[in-house]
């Protein structure tokens, strides 16, 4: 946890000498990272909704891990107040309208600050709310019990708050775009992320019992990873296909951006790290039972989910080198701060992990 807070504090503070003497790069290099950090406690949120209704030994096995990954939820809610002065450097529509589309002036009666900032805290709010609710902070014991009842109207809820934000953080930066797949896409993104990275860190625990005979948790987390893979795969190749064979030249041109410039490459390396290694890799039996080849898979599916967010997000903006360099301190500052406050928390909740009542009325 000390080293992670020192490199959180060391890219903290190369970010803030970046922002004095290039504040837009920066703007946009930190709204690319801290969309993807966000993905990891919404990813761990639904996760656990999943799992109080569904139960399995997978779940209580990841379960201190989820409760300390979505507790890090208000960090990385936090991480979007910075962004509001530095608005006119991330969205085309802020400021004159004058030189934009057509269609997306029609947009301009949803796209203005003041909604922007009025449905960033309601979004905020419930999403806290929800955490509290299922007892995030508390150990995972719910309010009052309701771990089922609350776990099934909270994936509703959560489906409906995350795709109001992905409308107002993700495609309005380029106002032209619209997609009703993308808010799912990037919602089903998050569970890989977040399963991925809860494999990596409780890896001695892979080791214990899993729900098949003879099977270990390792294999069933990599079966549940694949899953996901699978449904995140599908999800973004019918966004592709719909848009594509539908010929909507503004929804193209989002295509069209991302498949040209070098960063065509960019989407090689997603589809093999981020879809073909997890899926080829976790077809046959070595993949989920040897766990030194299990731990490769999950890093490259890790790798390729977060080269994903970069290549779904930076291209929105005008090509800079400075931005995809400002990555790197973003990446340290937001990374490391978040894994110092989640080792905090799971410290923090351990004590209470044994407790009688953590999967009450499931």
């Known amino acids: 946890m000390k080293r992670a807070a020192i490199a959180g504090l060391v890219g903290l503070a190369l970010c803030v000498l970046a922002a004095v003497l290039a504040p837009a790069a920066m703007a946009q290099a930190w709204l690319t990272i801290a969309l993807l950090a966000l993905g990891f406690p919404l990813g761990a949120l639904t996760i656990l909704m999943i799992d109080n209704l569904t139960g399995g030994r997978w779940g209580e096995g990841i379960r201190p891990q989820l409760l300390a990954m979505s507790g890090t939820l ?8 910075p962004l509001f002065p530095a608005l006119p450097a991330l969205f085309p529509w802020v400021g004159d309208p004058t030189h934009l589309s057509v269609t997306a002036q029609q ?37 009052r019990g309701a771990n089922a009842l609350v ?19 993700m495609e309005a930066l380029e106002p032209d775009f619209y997609s009703t797949i993308y808010p799912m896409l990037v919602a089903s993104e998050q569970v890989v992320l977040a399963l991925a990275a809860i494999m990596l860190i409780a890896a001695r625990a892979e080791t214990q019992p899993g729900g098949a005979p003879k099977a ?18 599908y999800l973004a190749f019918m966004q592709w296909i719909v848009i ?26 997603v589809v093999i790290l981020g879809f073909a290694v997890p899926f080829a890799g976790f077809v046959g039996p070595r993949g989920k039972r040897d766990p030194k080849w299990r731990t490769a898979i999950v890093i490259a599916t890790l790798a390729g989910q977060v ?25 340290l500052a937001i990374g490391g701060l978040g894994l110092a406050a989640m080792a905090w928390l799971a410290d923090r909740q351990r004590p209470a992990q044994g407790e009688e009542g953590a999967h009450v009325a499931r």
Request: proline fraction near 5%; charge should be negative; charged fraction near 10%.
């Open 74 to 81: 208000p960090v990385a809610l936090a991480l979007f107040l």
């Open 107 to 143: 947009k301009l009666a949803y796209l203005n600050v003041p909604g922007l900032a009025l449905r960033f805290a309601i979004c905020a709010a419930l999403w806290l709310a929800l955490a509290v609710v299922l007892g995030v902070w508390n150990g995972g014991r719910p309010w």
């Open 151 to 169: 776990s099934g109207l909270g994936l509703g809820v959560h489906s409906l708050v995350f795709t109001v934000f992905a409308t107002d953080w």
């Open 216 to 233: 270990t948790l390792g294999e069933d987390l990599a079966r549940l990873l694949v899953s996901a893979v699978f449904f995140w795969g």
């Open 244 to 269: 594509w064979s539908g010929d909507l030249p503004d929804e193209i041109g989002w295509y069209l951006e991302r498949f040209n410039n070098g960063w065509q490459w960019a989407l090689w390396g």
């Open 307 to 331: 080269l994903e967010g970069i290549w779904r997000i930076v291209p929105a903006f005008p090509f800079s080198f400075l931005t995809l360099a400002l990555l790197v301190p973003s990446a």
